[in-house]
């Protein structure tokens, strides 16, 4: 969702929102004697974000701009590495030295913040001088 509404000619209020989910993958790599694997117990890593900014463009070319920014994060997933398990022997193979890497669950978390950004172009100052070569 992203709303935008013009204050007037020369600044503008955008808003927006959005969720967003993250699942675990799997890959095993015998020559490196490493596994890395989903978690079928993992659940998705929910977030749910709104931000909003105010953005005044300037004359003849440039803008500044201030926004917030929240994200709620629900079973934050992270990864664990595990060393020397044989539940990892399967077709006659002894995987017992390999690094098992996995994804779990670990607990919700909060972002809040604000940004600021100018952009001017060096032109405005510098006039055709910045361009010149030779």
Do not use: C
Request: no cysteine.
């Amino acid at each position: 969702m992203l709303r935008k509404g013009k204050h007037d000619g020369r600044s503008g209020i955008r808003a927006g929102g959005g969720r967003g989910l993250a699942h675990p993958g799997a890959r095993a790599t015998d020559s490196a004697q490493t596994i890395s694997s989903g978690n079928p117990d993992a659940k998705p890593e929910k977030a749910i974000g709104l931000d909003g900014y105010f953005e005044w463009y300037m004359q003849p070319r440039g803008y500044l701009s201030f926004g917030v920014y929240y994200k709620d994060l629900k079973g934050v997933l992270f990864t664990q590495s595990v060393f020397g398990r044989d539940i990892l022997n399967t077709g006659g193979v002894d995987r017992s030295r390999y690094t098992l890497t996995t994804l779990l669950n670990r607990g919700n978390g909060r972002l809040l913040g604000a940004e600021a950004s100018i952009a001017q172009s060096l032109e405005t100052y510098l006039g055709g001088r910045a361009f010149q070569t030779g």
